[in-house]
Nanobody, 124 residues
Framework: QVQLVESGGASVQAGGSLRLSCAASGSIFSINVMSWYRQAPGKQRDLVAAITTDGTTDYADSVKGRFTISRDNAKNAVYLQMNSLKPEDTGVYYC??????????????????WGQGTQVTVSS
């Protein structure tokens, strides 16, 4: 079994900062891409930022220069530092982990896992 635990969501005023964290645990053999998605009320879930095993990053245009994604491979954790927050950054933030899972049978398979989501609310 694999679990993702997120934390760090809160209500802040525009211009403020938050740091989201997501840690994976369980029957994981290796983790590949780690990413953050955002879902605003009534909208689809969109990619915010992603980071590969070697640290290559990618960002949505709307957050470039304000958000920074990072990871700690030893802790199977991914972080999202969010600065200069805007009201349009409001939403539920989900971490996603593309991993290779180790099964009790001794086999391995690629799997995607999602965190439970953490609410970020930015007021003007």
């Amino acid at each position: 079994q694999v679990q993702l635990v997120e934390s760090g969501g809160a209500s802040v005023q525009a211009g403020g900062s938050l740091r989201l964290s997501c840690a994976a645990s369980g029957s994981i053999f290796s983790i590949n891409v780690m990413s953050w998605y955002r879902q605003a009320p009534g909208k689809q879930r969109d990619l915010v930022a992603a980071i590969t095993t070697d640290g290559t990053t990618d960002y949505a245009d709307s957050v470039k220069g304000r958000f920074t994604i990072s990871r700690d491979n030893a802790k199977n954790a991914v972080y999202l530092q969010m600065n200069s927050l805007k009201p349009e950054d409001t939403g539920v933030y989900y971490c996603k982990v593309a991993a290779t899972r180790r099964w009790n049978s001794g086999s391995y398979s690629p799997e995607d896992y999602w965190g439970q989501g953490t609410q970020v609310t930015v007021s003007s």
